[in-house]
């Protein structure tokens, strides 16, 4: 160990010598406030209750896992009797036979999971819809005669209440000030630049967002990128590298576990907000330095960045940034934010995290945000200093190579920022932003009075909700859609075995008698599949 990582360590340890390496607890949000954030938020912590199914439910679970596996192995062996019947006792040659030179698309496991667990419910998602997502969506009918391996059309159409998109704030709409405004930069900018940034990809209108996301977000400058999971996956290998280390939080994103795996930093991870996890790693790196505690030389790393999501969309979660600062301060990391759903859902003023907490946030060092859901645009930005910004724009592929956002886009951006803030003269921004919280708070709380296992913040507008058995999944999808309430559901591998889930995202386009009906089939659905673990 290094001298300087040595001295740093026994000042930590004198400081904390017989306590847990975090144990500070800040209030919480009182979630019956009627001013939703209260005026100390700065000590505001945010305010969830870590649930585990009942041992009943967790028994059931694995025993129902155990029976379709079962199942599926038995399945299986006929179909590849069948196979080798048709194939080399009566010749036929099957068109799904793999052509010479190829490799399988997917193997082991992969096969075997996709072939006898997902094909079965295959029919929940990626439901082809059509218009506008906005409160109420359109999905256009279809059926299948080959379990679901091929669909067809019908030609019918269903409309039903959209728990499903990521709608926040309800710009996602064909008509009013953003519509219209889309409409006049189309006539001024034409649809694309057909170019990256660094060539001919720059108007007035990309410098005018980028100004204004600074304004909005509260930092020094940033820049506006074509797509959100690229804003993350191209942008960490432009600031992190080999020799440098990333500290990630075990529940990420994709986007960032990919960013991350191709920069050549090494990685490592602590437990899903949890700050004593996040010290220990911070405190084991410093003293051990690139080579890890079995070197006899000791080097320091490059750089430490530390990667966390503002607000968890599988989770409901919401990272405890006035903790993770804390920790800044004391072991001076790099912090790295991805706020693509926390960013216009949460805090007074919708500008995320740092909002919701009253922090400052030139207090964190990249802020990062998707326009995709509470701006109903799409890209992502990055921003920071105006010296990191500058760097990412110069090295980050997604700006020298990828074509810049298009005309459209950055108008919608733009309006809907605008109306967030207030600047268009209107309370409209605000009264969204109200009105979300009080969806919010009404629908978790008619959730939990009804016994169903909720997870995450009191505050999110991403609802997740434990389905756990596997096999109640695929009802539960088809039963709200049969009430006409469109649904997201996951499960193993997605989730964690025991935790497949339904996720509802709430939308300030919908009316509080949207909520009660979708609580009144939610409610109904779950005495069907008993699904009330806490009733």
Known sequence: MGKGAADLLFAISMEQTTKPLYTKRLP??????????????????????????????????????????????????????????????????SNDALKPGYAPLNEGFEVFFRAQFYRFIKDCFHRPITGVPGSHLTILERVSDDYNKTFTLTGRTQTVLNLSSYNYLGFA?????????????????????????????STTLHTDVERLVARYIGQEDAVVLSMGFATNSTTLPAIVEQGSLVISDALNHASLVYGCRISGASIKSFKHNDMNSLEKVLRDAIANGQGGKNSSLYIPWKKILVVVEGLYSMEGTICPLPQILELKRKYKFFLYIDEAHSIGAIGPKGRGVCDFYGVNPREVDILMGTFTKAFSAAGGYISGSRDLINRIRLYNHSSIFAESMSIPVLQQIYTSMTIIMGEDGTSDGRRRIEHLAKLTRRFRDGLKGHGFLVMGDDNSPVVPVL????????????????????????????????ESRARFCLSSSHTMEDIDMALAAISEVGDKLDLKYLA
Not at 65 to 81: E, P, S, T, V, Y
Not at 177 to 188: F, N, R, S
Not at 469 to 494: H, N, T
């Open 467 to 498: 389905l756990c058995q596997p096999c109640k999944i695929g009802p539960f999808s088809y039963e709200m859609l049969e009430r006409g309430v469109a649904v997201v559901i996951a499960g193993f591998p997605a989730t964690p075995v025991t």
């Open 173 to 201: 709409q064909s008509h009013g000030p953003c519509a219209d405004a889309v409409e006049e930069a189309l006539e001024k900018f034409g649809m694309t630049t057909s170019s990256p940034r660094m060539e001919a990809g």
């Open 28 to 93: 919480t949000v009182d979630s019956n406030n009627a001013s939703y954030y209260p005026a100390h938020r700065k000590a505001v912590k945010p305010h969830h209750t870590e649930l585990e199914p009942p041992l009943r439910v967790t028994a059931l679970t694995y025993t129902g896992f155990i029976i379709l596996a079962c199942i599926g192995i038995i399945r299986n062996a006929c179909q590849q009797l069948a196979h080798f019947v048709r194939h080399y006792i009566l010749g036929y040659i």
